[in-house]
């Protein structure tokens, strides 16, 4: 059983749709969870970063954590067709101290179109 | 401008050579990583270097090997025992092995004909 477990989709939405992408995972340690954008043929890059349950908001974006269900969230309103790309969820572990063991650990990712 | 740079952007590779792929950073970041990632499978790590001179094993090292003799430059060889070396290879970087604020290059498509 892979540890970071993420439907790789794909999605199809028209724009402006509502968009959920999720993730669950096994490894009750993870504290640290990210998405990550990916465009085609280009390295992902960080969209949204959060340690604690519950919802971060970021314009468009809203990433969600219930570490009791060990399930994370991305939300997209108003999606637009600049959003298709594969969006890959990453958790870590961290230390007592707060500090992370330095290792990602990624979900499959999931492609996402939005068509106009 | 600060970033990573891969070369080349794709390559082709006889089957039972050798091929090295570039990761250079300008970013000063101490740690870099290597990562693998094929169709339904994510990002999987390669090997990582916290500092110069020296580097780890990921989760799939075998048949790969690299080099951390300047902090700016991580290259990775793949060597003819990797059974399977088609695949989109990603390099990162963060400024420390504890900081997950990865920048990622934007790849190295290798195919093995």
């Known amino acids: 059983q892979k540890e970071v477990e993420q439907d790789p989709g794909p999605l199809s939405v028209p724009e402006g749709a509502i968009v959920s992408l999720n993730c669950t995972y096994s490894n009750s340690a993870f504290q640290y969870f990210m998405w990550y954008r990916q465009y085609s043929r280009k390295g992902p890059e960080l969209l949204m970063y959060?340690?604690?349950?519950g919802n971060k908001e970021d314009g468009r974006f809203t990433a969600q954590v219930d570490k009791s269900s060990k399930y994370i969230s991305l939300f997209i309103r108003d999606s637009q067709p600049s959003d298709s790309a594969t969006y890959l969820c990453?958790?870590?572990?961290?230390?007592?101290?707060?500090?992370?063991?330095?290792?990602?650990?990624f979900g499959q990712g999931t492609i996402l179109t939005v068509h106009p | 401008d600060g970033g990573i740079t891969q070369s080349p952007k794709y390559l082709f590779r006889k089957e039972g050579q050798n091929v090295t792929l570039s990761c250079e950073q300008n970013?000063?970041?101490?740690?870099m990583y290597w990562y693998r990632q094929d169709p339904g499978q994510g990002l999987r790590l390669i090997y990582y270097s916290q500092i110069v001179n020296d580097f780890q094993k990921g989760d799939i090292a075998e048949g790969y090997s690299v080099s951390r003799e300047k902090k700016e430059s991580f290259p990775l060889t793949v060597t003819s025992a990797q059974k399977n070396p088609t695949a989109f290879y990603l390099c990162?970087?963060?400024?420390?092995?504890?900081?997950?604020?990865?920048?990622f290059g934007s790849g190295t498509r290798l195919t093995v004909v």
């Open positions: 970013l000063n970041h101490d740690a």
């Open positions: 990162a970087s963060s400024i420390s092995r504890e900081n997950l604020g990865y920048t």
């Open positions: 990453a958790m870590s572990a961290l230390r007592a101290s707060g500090t992370s063991y330095g290792k990602l650990t």
């Open positions: 959060t340690y604690s349950s």
